[in-house]
Antibody, heavy 120, light 105 residues
Framework: QLQLQESGPGLVKPSETLSLTCSIS??????????WAWIRQPPGKGLEWVGT???????YYKPSLKSRLTISIDTSKIQFSLNLRSATAADTAVYYC????????????WGQGTLVAVSS | EIVLTQSPGTLSLSPGERATLSCRAS???????LAWYQQKPGQAPRLVIY???SRASGIPDRFSGGGSGTDFTLTISRLEPEDSAVYYC??????FGQGTKLEIK
């Protein structure tokens, strides 16, 4: 059973960089069938796709975040990361990492989520 | 940009009843790219249906999905208290509906 685990600071100051890492329990990170995503959920609100990366390095970002966002992948460490620069209170959310299966166009595995608050 | 609109916003039903949740796309989408997720309070979303009508692993056969083009439905027959959750539809990689809250009275 694949497991994904988010890690990173739970509190970020405004204007600083929000950084998270997702650790993956198996080697599927290097499979061409899967993409790796960050999805967030502001308190009391719905799900919002943030961005996605493939092991070959191709990235796909939410247009409104593109100027502040970098998603990277490290297949040797079996993990991928999110960096969101110039964070504001609007970035406060539970951040989930998830695996997107390209053969069936769905997120089949999710991390448990980590709450990141942007506040001074 | 495709927008997914879910209805109703909240659905309150009794155990044993049938729930029908709707997801409408702003333009026609491929059925193969439409999925449904269940999210309980404090938990990550869980895949329920993919490809509009295929049940994910471990999902009871009380859950079924259907539809095509712009209109899709998630049906839960014989509701149980554990089905209380917010249900989201999702298209391709980046589009989520706003969710339907299902309450079991």
């Amino acid at each position: 059973q694949l497991q994904l685990q988010e890690s990173g600071p739970g509190l970020v100051k405004p204007s600083e960089t929000l950084s998270l890492t997702c650790s993956i329990s198996d080697g599927s990170i290097s499979s061409s069938d899967y993409f790796w995503a960050w999805i967030r959920q502001p308190p009391g609100k719905g799900l919002e796709w943030v961005g996605t990366i493939h092991y070959n390095g191709n990235t796909y970002y939410k247009p409104s975040l593109k100027s502040r966002l970098t998603i990277s992948i490290d297949t040797s460490k079996i993990q991928f990361s999110l960096n969101l620069r110039s964070a504001t209170a609007a970035d406060t959310a539970v951040y989930y990492c998830a695996r997107w299966r390209s053969t069936t166009y769905c997120y089949d595995y999710w991390g448990q989520g980590t709450l990141v608050a942007v506040s001074s | 940009e495709i927008v997914l609109t879910q209805s109703p916003g909240t659905l309150s039903l009794s155990p044993g009843e049938r729930a029908t949740l709707s997801c409408r796309a702003s333009q026609s989408v491929s059925s193969s790219s439409l999925a449904w997720y269940q999210q309980k309070p404090g938990q990550a979303p869980r895949l329920v249906i993919y490809g509009a009508s295929s049940r994910a692993s471990g999902i009871p056969d009380r859950f079924s999905g259907g539809g095509s083009g712009t209109d899709f439905t998630l049906t839960i027959s014989r509701l149980e208290p554990e089905d209380s959750a917010v249900y989201y539809c999702q298209q391709y990689r980046d589009i989520f509906g706003q969710g339907t809250k299902l309450e079991i009275k």
